[in-house]
């Protein structure tokens, strides 16, 4: 890491942020996000992926403070000595999801999800849908309330809540997690290789009619939910040693 590196301040709108902005840009400066070596975001988990999403392409490592409701992507807010602490983090390189959607009204749309993308019902009639990896036929006919496809660092949220599998970071691995099921009903999900082509058909759009999320960015009315890691986006956030993202995650398989 550079010793003085130029640190783009990013902060959400709620007032705490807003003054540890105010503050850190006193005793740091603030530079552009594409002229930084550093980008750093003060808010909770929802703010970090947003910064990801917005910024992500830029290639740039990202050191959270948290300064919102959850913050599990982050550190732990404090003023002083963020030169060393950027200079002594360990960094966690996390590859996003690839979402292409069709829709039935013929549109296609392609998103990125650091967190999961998910599935879910949007009337009180349950989704069916069938699951194919890798152009195979896994599941013919899934009957719930939806079903969602997480990332490593996104699988201790809604997937963990979904009782899905908490993944170790590294693991090249993403969860597939039903969510409600009825039909198969002992079916509760699978762990798959990170490069499997997850695809989801709706079979029934008109009746039952299904959205897909990706993070937080929805597309309603699907018939085709396709998922792949992708191969060209990769992000680095950086975390105090004391407090890696790697032993989070190892940390809440042991919660009771």
């Known amino acids: 890491m550079i010793a003085n590196p130029r640190i783009a301040f990013l902060a ?6 807003q003054d540890a902005l105010k503050a850190l840009q006193a005793l740091h400066g603030n530079s552009a996000p ?9 808010g909770g988990d929802g703010f970090m992926l947003q910064s990801l999403h917005r910024y992500g392409n830029l290639g740039k490592p990202v050191f959270g403070m948290k300064l919102g ?10 003023e002083q000595d963020l030169l060393e ?14 979402m292409l959607v069709l829709t039935e009204a013929g549109t296609s749309t392609s998103l990125l999800a650091y967190n999961e993308v998910s599935l879910l019902r949007q009337t009180r ?5 069938s699951i194919d990896l890798n152009g195979q036929t896994r599941v013919d006919e899934l009957v719930c309330d939806g079903v969602l496809v997480a990332t490593p660092a996104g699988s201790t949220a809604y ?59 929805e597309v309603r009315d699907v018939v085709e939910v396709t998922i ?11 975390f105090d040693p004391e407090h890696n993202l790697e032993e989070r995650i190892l ?4 919660v009771v």
Request: net charge positive; proline share 8%; with cysteine.
């Open 69 to 78: 409701t959850v913050g599990f992507l982050m550190n732990h807010h404090r």
């Open 159 to 217: 997937n963990f809540s979904a009782h899905g599998p908490i993944l170790p970071l590294g693991s090249h691995t993403i969860a597939l997690t039903p969510i409600a099921p009825y039909r198969p009903r002992r079916w509760r999900g699978a762990i798959l290789k990170a490069d499997t082509e997850v695809r989801f058909n709706v079979l029934d759009p008109y009746k039952r009619p299904v959205s897909a999320t990706a993070d937080s960015h």
């Open 12 to 17: 959400s709108s709620t007032g705490e942020a």
């Open 125 to 129: 009639q349950a989704a069916h849908l």
């Open 34 to 42: 594409e002229d930084a070596d550093v980008l750093c975001a003060l």
């Open 251 to 254: 940390s809440e398989q042991f």
């Open 85 to 98: 602490r950027i200079g002594n983090a360990e960094p966690a390189k996390l590859r996003p999801l690839e």
């Open 228 to 238: 792949r890691e992708s191969r060209d986006r990769m992000v680095t956030l950086l």
